[in-house]
Nanobody, 125 residues
């Protein structure tokens, strides 16, 4: 089970940190990712982090503003979001994948085996 939290409403330029706790499974076996879905749009890739936490990959739209990290002791993956823009408004989903492929392939939803329930992020101008 994946439980995401930390969403909320902020103004442009603000910050939020999302958390996603993994329970019932071995956290270290998963690549973890974040996706987001705005109303009427597809669910888009945001960021992913390798099993060790040593490698990360980001969507171009969030590079330099968002940071993904993981804490194995807490079975938790984080998404630190800075310099938020109205176009970041969406429901954010965490996901876990077991496939032993390169991290770059985790930009695609199909690589993930489990999904959290989503947390709403709203950025006002």
């Amino acid at each position: 089970q994946l439980q995401a939290s930390g969403g909320g409403s902020v103004q442009t330029g603000g910050s939020l940190t999302l958390s996603c706790v993994v329970s019932g499974r071995t956290f270290s076996e998963f690549v973890m990712g974040w996706f987001r879905q705005a109303p009427g749009k597809e669910r888009d890739f945001v960021a992913a982090i390798s099993r060790s936490g040593g490698n990360t990959v980001y969507a171009d739209s969030v590079k330099g503003r968002f940071t993904i990290s993981r804490d194995s002791a807490k079975n938790t993956v984080y998404l630190q979001m800075n310099s938020l823009k109205p176009e970041d408004t969406a429901v954010y989903y965490c996901a876990a994948g077991r496939s032993m492929t390169t991290l770059a392939t985790y930009k695609y939803k199909e690589q993930y085996d489990y999904w959290g329930q989503g947390t709403q992020v709203t950025v006002s101008s």
